[in-house]
């Protein structure tokens, strides 16, 4: 067990208009989620971490109207970049912190986001 | 700041030979630090973490907090080990972390 399932895998958007990406733990609950930013051949950016019930805490530099995160339930948070340009095209990267297992880290398989 | 640091981009040894990857973090604290592995096509998955002290897969790593250093070793590398690794470091109880740039290591045969 102990799976994080992102989706999509793929989204091509317009610019301007807003995208969402689901981030789910399908057989834990977490409490705590962590979206992560990578641009090619560089590493993963924390953007924010989210936490279930609370708003999210976000990294300096990452704007907070420009990407919303929502974390309604323990196994669901969103991520939703408003009003995209092509410079928000970017593979997102969410994680999951499972706590019976010694708040072990699980990762989703990413989502690219192009914008066109 | 806490910052980790991968000097290696690249690293490609031969099948058998001993491999290193190479990370060094800066951190005031007492960090807790890991490493991660993605192979090709899949999502990024814990290696190993040095609280545990175990060995996975044949890699270990040792905290070294003199040099604050956290190298991956193996002795006899596979060519199965060939993918993207990176060192992480967060906080001792909280759960984010900072990544290094990675690693991508190639086993050849």
């Known amino acids: 067990g102990a799976v994080v399932s992102q989706h999509p895998s793929r989204v091509i958007c317009k610019s301007g208009t807003s995208v969402k990406i689901e981030c789910r733990s399908l057989?834990?609950?977490?409490?705590?989620m962590f979206w992560y930013r990578q641009f090619p051949k560089q590493s993963l950016m924390l953007m924010a971490t989210s936490n279930e019930g609370s708003k999210a805490t976000y990294e300096q530099g990452v704007e907070k109207d420009k990407f919303l995160i929502n974390h309604a339930s323990l196994t669901l948070s969103t991520l939703t970049v408003t009003s995209a340009h092509p410079e928000d095209s970017s593979f997102y990267i969410c994680?999951?912190?499972?706590?019976?297992?010694?708040?072990?880290?699980?990762f989703g398989e990413g989502s690219w986001l192009t914008v066109v | 700041a806490q910052r980790v640091t991968q000097p290696e981009k690249l690293l490609s040894v031969f099948k058998g030979a001993p491999v290193e990857l190479k990370c060094n973090y800066s951190y005031s604290g007492s960090p807790e630090l890991f490493w991660y592995v993605q192979y090709s096509r899949q999502r990024l998955q814990l290696l190993l973490r040095h609280i545990s002290r175990e060995s996975i897969k044949g890699f270990t790593a040792d905290l070294n907090k003199g040099e604050t250093s956290f190298h991956l070793k193996k002795p006899f590398a596979q060519e199965e080990d060939s993918a993207m690794y990176y060192c992480?470091?967060?906080?001792?109880?909280?759960?984010?972390?900072?990544f290094g740039q990675g690693t991508r290591l190639t086993i050849n045969p």
């Open positions: 994680s999951a912190s499972y706590r019976d297992r010694g708040n072990t880290i699980y």
């Open positions: 057989d834990f609950q977490a409490t705590t």
């Open positions: 992480a470091l967060s906080h001792q109880g909280a759960q984010k972390l900072v």
